[in-house]
């Protein structure tokens, strides 16, 4: 199983995150703040900003996580799932 860091931008913490297991996951499990919704791609309560790193999107939907948003490095933490060491916006 792949495990990447996965640091917050203004947070002290580094925080373990597995490719099988979402950002949102990972954040929860490590007891951060992040705001949640539906879980399901489809509100964008849970969206955050990549800073560096890559990602899975994942399945979302196109009304609140628009074309602009992803090319800007907005993704959907319910969804999105670490392919590398990432930095995060929240």
């Known amino acids: 199983m792949d495990t ?3 640091y917050v931008r203004g947070q002290e913490k580094e925080i373990k995150a597995s490719a099988k ?3 949102l996951d990972a954040a ?3 007891r951060l703040p992040l705001l949640v919704g539906c879980k399901g791609g489809g509100c964008g309560v849970c969206k955050v900003r ?3 790193g ?3 999107h994942g399945f979302y939907s196109k009304s609140v996580l628009t074309d602009e948003e992803r090319s800007a490095g907005y993704v959907l933490a ?3 799932r ?3 060491d ?3 916006d929240l």
């Open 4 to 6: 990447y860091n996965m």
């Open 21 to 23: 297991r979402t950002l």
């Open 28 to 30: 929860a499990a490590a």
């Open 50 to 52: 990549i800073i560096d």
């Open 54 to 56: 890559m990602i899975e």
């Open 78 to 80: 319910c969804q999105a």
């Open 82 to 84: 670490p392919l590398s």
């Open 86 to 88: 990432v930095t995060i």
